[in-house]
């Protein structure tokens, strides 16, 4: 039955809390088991130890390096007009920005000291750091700040950004570390759209706008990261070193290899086979990886990642066209059930269009819970009658579609076998169609829109506004692909944009949220865990829920 209740922090938001406080712990003190008349002693000789031990452990090891494994190639590295992640994860290493999320989905200052934001939300001004300098030895100035921004505004840009900065009407630089951003209009989501590696102004001011996105210096990047770039070779690897005179301290690790695999079979065997030392494991593979952990070869990390997989319904189709519908098809499919069995149980049941990670998760959710008595009611109350052949009807018309997804991903795959199954079993009947992505995405996507319903999964951004998603306005040509309209959720969506004071504007995204989970356009299936393999004695890791490779300037090897 559809119930509400306060929404309980998830064990992994936890465990990483934990393992951020055990992290500090250092030595082992542990005499109970010393006999009593030597306690004295061996607790003296311990304490030295253990001040030698710490000494040892507390300073990063320097040197060495570790290979990366990916599957897919980067397209460039030009951080205005780059939107893959393979790019985009590499880009995090070569760049500077002027703030970072946080492992919190907090933003954070960077390269900005602090900033300051004006009364009316129109003003922001940063306060960069002094002494930073480009991978070429030129400073890094709030010249080349005004520089990178002012690209995402000028009239011949042909990034996919644009839309970003549409109340951003001019950037300028004070003085060599002051830059100010002046707005049209407040914009809530300013801060988390200005994670972008700022690029610099002494190599590429006299290249147009038009002709960044080819520009030779997106496959030979100069950044002021802690790493940077030294080769390319399509299809095989990126290799990176360590910026010696990177700002905040030289990074421990000499070198970041990051090798381009091609496929998640063979990154698994090449983990397994020591040729990769860090690299995603798919949920399907979980077991196997734990397996390996078991033998030493790696050290397996799971946290609740910052994304969402769902079911989502063509709301064009009269079958789906009533709420009461979509949720008995929710009731009908056992979440936990695909966790446990396609997951391996690295995910959580998901409940609406944010994760609970984010700030932005109403305290109450609507939940459809697991119950197929209760669909069955709901389906009868919608008009659905049971046919000669046991499938339902409604106005003479069978309850039967389609169930797309694409082909190659196997936990979609499987996915949509055991919905398949689970539908029918209430008198639904499913046929499953795997797709090529490419063909895939041109079919169920502007302006064709051929599908009647799809396993998916969306990567949530830093802010949670939901407008790109959700909004009736995307629906002809952006990602609102389901065709999902209200007009009080527009006005909503509207307006939290322009609520500044994020309390306020919580208020806003929580009916947002809710009022989407009540109506079911999709089912929002599970948020998965995002798995890693890492070296046993790979050191200052974090695992962070939604960036891949976060601070690599503070790993180091124990040994």
Same mark, same amino acid.
């Given at each position: 039955?559809?119930?509400?209740? /306060? ?36 607790? +003296? ?67 900005? @000291? ?36 002012? @690209? ?99 990074? %421990? ?69 009533? /709420? ?35 700030? +932005? ?49 196997? @936990? ?35 302006? %064709? ?23 009736? /306005? ?18 909503? @969506? ?37 798995? /890693? ?27």
């Amino acid at each position: 039955m559809l119930k509400r209740k /306060k929404h309980i922090w998830s064990l992994a938001a936890t465990t990483l809390a934990m393992s951020a406080i055990l992290a500090a712990c250092g030595g082992d003190n542990n005499l109970e088991d010393a006999m009593q008349d030597e306690r004295n002693n061996e607790e +003296a000789n311990n304490a030295e130890d253990n001040a030698n031990n710490d000494a040892t452990e507390g300073e990063p090891q320097e040197g060495g390096d570790i290979t990366i494994g990916v599957i897919s190639d980067p397209v460039s590295f030009m951080t205005t007009h780059s939107q893959d992640t393979s790019s985009g994860d590499i880009e995090d290493m070569i760049y500077s920005q002027l703030v970072r999320v946080d492992e919190n989905i907090e933003m954070q200052p960077e390269l900005a @000291i602090d900033w300051e934001e004006s009364d009316d939300g129109l003003t922001y001004t940063f306060d960069i750091h002094e002494d930073v300098t480009f991978h070429d030895g030129e400073p890094l100035t709030a010249e080349d700040v005004e520089f990178t921004f002012n @690209i995402f505004i000028d009239e011949d840009y042909t990034g996919p950004r644009a839309g970003y900065f549409s109340a951003l009407e001019e950037v300028e630089a004070l003085d060599e570390t002051t830059v100010e951003f002046r707005l049209s209009e407040p914009d809530a989501r300013f801060i988390s759209n200005i994670g972008f590696g700022i690029l610099p102004k002494h190599i590429l001011e006299g290249v147009s706008a038009a002709d960044l996105e080819e520009h030779e210096f997106g496959r030979n990047p100069i950044g002021s990261g802690p790493y940077q770039f030294d080769s390319w070779e399509d299809g095989q690897y990126v290799q990176l070193t360590a910026y010696e005179d990177y700002w905040e301290g030289a990074p %421990n690790l000499d070198r970041i290899t990051i090798s381009i695999v091609g496929d998640q079979n063979a990154l698994m065997a090449q983990i397994e086979g020591g040729d990769v030392d860090l690299g995603i494991i798919p949920a399907t593979d979980y077991s196997t990886a734990e397996g390996w952990e078991e033998q030493g070869l790696i050290n397996l990390q799971s946290t609740l990642g910052y994304s969402y997989n769902y079911m989502g319904y063509n709301l064009r189709l009269d079958m789906f066209s009533d /709420k009461e519908t979509r949720q008995a098809l929710t009731h009908a499919i056992d979440r936990q059930t695909i966790i446990e069995q396609v997951g391996q149980g690295q995910g959580e049941v998901a409940h609406g269009p944010v994760s609970p990670l984010s700030w +932005a998760y109403p305290d109450e959710m609507p939940e459809f819970e697991y119950d197929p008595e209760k669909a069955r009611e709901l389906l009868a109350e919608a008009g659905w009658e049971e046919g000669a052949d046991g499938i339902l009807e409604r106005d003479g018309e069978r309850f039967s579609f389609t169930l797309k997804t694409n082909s190659g991903n196997q @936990i979609r795959e499987d996915i949509s076998v055991v919905i398949q199954s689970m539908l029918n079993e209430v008198g639904v009947e499913v046929e499953v169609e795997y797709v090529e992505w490419g063909a895939f995405l041109d079919q169920i996507n502007p302006p %064709n829109f051929d599908f009647d319903a799809v396993i998916l999964g969306w990567a949530l951004g830093t802010d949670p506004d939901p407008g790109a998603i959700w909004h009736s /306005k995307e629906i002809e040509a952006g990602l609102n692909n389901i065709a999902y309209a209200r007009d009080d959720v527009d006005e909503l @969506i509207d307006q939290n944009v322009s609520i500044v004071d994020r309390d306020e504007r919580a208020e806003a995204l929580h009916e947002i949220f809710e009022t989407i989970a009540e109506d079911q356009p999709y089912t929002f299936l599970y948020y998965p865990n995002d798995l /890693k393999a890492i070296p046993p004695n790979l050191e200052g890791f974090v695992h962070h829920p939604r960036l891949n490779f976060y601070r690599p300037q503070d790993w180091y090897y124990s040994e």
